[in-house]
C-alpha cells in the first residue's frame, strides 16, 4: 500500500490557493510531501508509533515560486530550512524499517541532501503567472506533520499518536 508523510499549509495560505481559478486538487488536498513510500498494511501501528516519537521544533518555511511536477502537476517551491531538512532525515530510517523499497534511485534523486521541498497545488499545471504572484513570499510555520495512505486511488489521513 502507498503511505504518504506529509505537511499542510496554514489556512491564509490554502485559502489563497484555492481562490486561484483552474485549480484541480489532488485527493489528499494541499499538502507537502516529507516522504512517499509503499509498506504492508499489517506494519501500520508500528509505523505510527514510530513516527509518533519523532520530535522537532517548529520552524518557518517561504514560498519561493513556481514549478511544474510530474509533467502535469503545478507546485510551489517551499525554502528548505535546516530544520525541514532534519524532520524529513528523521523520517527516512522511520520508513526504511517498514518497507522493502529500493531506496538508493528514489532517494538519490528526491529525498535526503536532494529533498527540494514544495507544495502541490493541483493536478493541472495551465495557469497565468501574472495570477499567482500573490502567493510568492507567504511564510508558514509547520508544527505538525501528517501521514496517509492511498485506499482505492484516494489518500485517507491516519491519526499520529504526537508523544
Known amino acids: 500500500m502507498k ?22 486538487m489532488t485527493s489528499l488536498g494541499l499538502h507537502s510531501t516529507l516522504y512517499v513510500f509503499h509498506m504492508e498494511s499489517e506494519q501500520e501501528n508500528n509505523l505510527v508509533t514510530d513516527l509518533s516519537k519523532i520530535k522537532f521544533n517548529p520552524f518557518e518555511i517561504e514560498t519561493l515560486g513556481f514549478d511544474n ?31 522493502n523499497e529500493d531506496f538508493e534511485g ?23 503567472a501574472d495570477t499567482l504572484k500573490e502567493l510568492i513570499g507567504r511564510k508558514d510555520i509547520i508544527a505538525k506533520y501528517y501521514l496517509a495512505k492511498k485506499i482505492d486511488g484516494v489518500w485517507k489521513e491516519i491519526i499520529l499518536k504526537i508523544i
Open 3 to 24: 503511505y504518504l508523510v506529509y505537511f499542510r499549509p496554514n489556512k491564509e495560505l490554502s485559502d489563497l490557493i484555492l481562490r486561484q481559478s483552474n485549480i484541480i
Open 69 to 99: 511536477f510530474d509533467e502535469n502537476s503545478l507546485v510551489l517551491k517551499l525554502s528548505r530550512p535546516d530544520e525541514l531538512l532534519q524532520l524529513h532525515k528523521k523520517i527516512i530510517p522511520v520508513v526504511k524499517n517498514y518497507t
Open 106 to 128: 528514489v532517494e538519490r534523486q528526491y529525498f535526503g541532501d536532494n529533498y527540494s521541498p514544495h507544495l502541490t497545488i493541483s493536478k493541472s499545471s495551465y495557469f497565468s
